[in-house]
């Protein structure tokens, strides 16, 4: 194992009726309400924001609009009102993609350039704007991660920052709030979170059998939960379990102690880059490529994914491996999700294009080291 500083500030406030608190939990007097299109207000969530805010005198600004793969353009709008409107607090309620162009709203602030330096420079993040979360999707783990992902769309870029400081004060998760959700965006919230777990659980590091568990039994719950949430879209304790583990996934308790991969992360990014995609969706396809390609690394470790996620006894550890491998692949399938580029109707026409952009700072993983080359295959592995 090796040695960790673990500093996780978010405070968790769950469970059912939660977002009429949100009023309460917020000092400042004036604030940016932000938010992505009309599901908030057909819903009554927005209804009941606006209420809680009102009834202990909080001023807002509202900026919507955010879409999935957040733009920088909406990052940089919120900004300009921020800076205009005196703006001392960002409240986002949506999911992944809501919070993190909050987080890097709050990131820009008080940078003096262009936004988009902090993303492609390193440029530590100093005095963000705090920010709160009402969480509506269970996904990304972005409501306790200190992690932004932003796209850049006249780049063709998506990348991320990452400094504790982006961390939100509190995240309020009222799992009620995901009933309504399509079960594609379900389906594509439980390939993220699980491909969060796994970016942590494939390491090189010895002697973590601790959190080997707690990432194994991560991965059994979000399993369990989502098989029965497809029959079952209103069962309170199956959307609760979801919720919770998506913030497990990736609040950085998984990885304590052990050294992280992160390469299927980057190597979708390309793909929502390029094409726009759901990023779980393409998570589903990547994940399982990138652990045919990889698997030799580390035989053990892939028998022992089989073994204590999927309940996989072989003959041998390959064997094992490859039926692990492949019971992933069935099950993102079970749920609704694509397990193949050809499926998403991608052709390898900017495989290349892809990977030298992927690898522009370097070989990317941490499992196993991988060029340009490499993640061309993967691509082609996913393409079938």
Not at 107 to 116: I, K, L, Q, R, S
Not at 140 to 165: C, F, M, Q, W, Y
Not at 274 to 299: E, R, S
Request: proline fraction near 4%.
């Amino acid at each position: 194992m090796e040695d960790f500083t673990y500093y996780c500030p978010t405070k968790i406030i769950f469970g059912k009726g939660t977002e009429n608190k949100v009023g309460k939990e917020i000092s400042e007097k004036k604030i940016l309400l932000h938010y992505g299109g009309g599901s908030i207000k057909k819903s009554g969530l927005y209804d009941k924001v606006i209420a809680s805010l009102q009834n202990v005198g909080i001023e807002y600004v509202e900026l919507s609009g955010v879409v999935p793969n957040p733009r920088i353009s909406k990052v940089k709008e919120g900004i300009e009102i921020c800076r205009k409107q005196g703006i001392a607090f960002i409240l986002a309620v949506g999911g992944g993609s809501v919070i993190d162009s909050a987080k890097a709203i709050a990131a820009g602030v008080p940078y003096e350039g262009d936004v988009w330096d902090l993303f492609i420079k390193d440029i530590p993040i100093k005095n963000p704007l705090p920010v709160g979360v009402i969480l509506t999707i269970s996904a990304a783990g972005s409501e306790a991660s200190p992690s932004s992902v932003i796209t850049n769309e006249t780049e063709t870029r998506k990348l991320h920052i990452r400094s504790d400081l982006l961390r939100p004060k509190f995240a309020i998760m009222d799992p009620e709030l995901t009933f309504t959700l399509p079960k594609f965006q379900t389906a594509s919230g439980i390939a993220d979170m699980m491909a969060h777990v796994c970016e942590r659980y494939f390491t090189n590091t010895s002697s973590v059998d601790l959190t080997d568990k707690l990432c194994e039994a991560t991965l059994r719950s979000i399993i369990r939960n989502a098989k029965l949430v497809t029959n079952n879209p209103n069962d309170y304790e199956v959307r609760a379990n979801l919720m919770w583990a998506s913030t497990l996934a990736h609040n950085g308790l998984l990885g304590t102690g052990r050294e992280e991969d992160w390469a299927s992360h980057m190597i979708e990014h390309e793909i929502s880059a390029f094409y726009d995609v759901t990023h779980g969706a393409g998570l589903a396809v990547i994940v399982p490529a990138w652990m045919k390609y990889v698997y030799k690394q580390d035989l053990e470790r892939f028998a022992q994914f089989a073994k204590e996620v999927w309940g996989i006894e072989a003959a041998s550890k390959e064997e094992a491996a490859l039926k692990g491998i492949e019971e992933m692949k069935i099950f993102f399938r079970e749920i609704g999700l694509p397990t193949t580029l050809k499926e998403m109707e991608l052709d390898n026409q900017k495989f290349g294009e892809m990977a030298k952009a992927c690898t522009e700072r370097g070989e990317v993983g941490n499992f196993v080291k991988l060029s340009p080359a490499d993640i061309v295959k993967i691509y082609e592995l996913a393409r079938e």
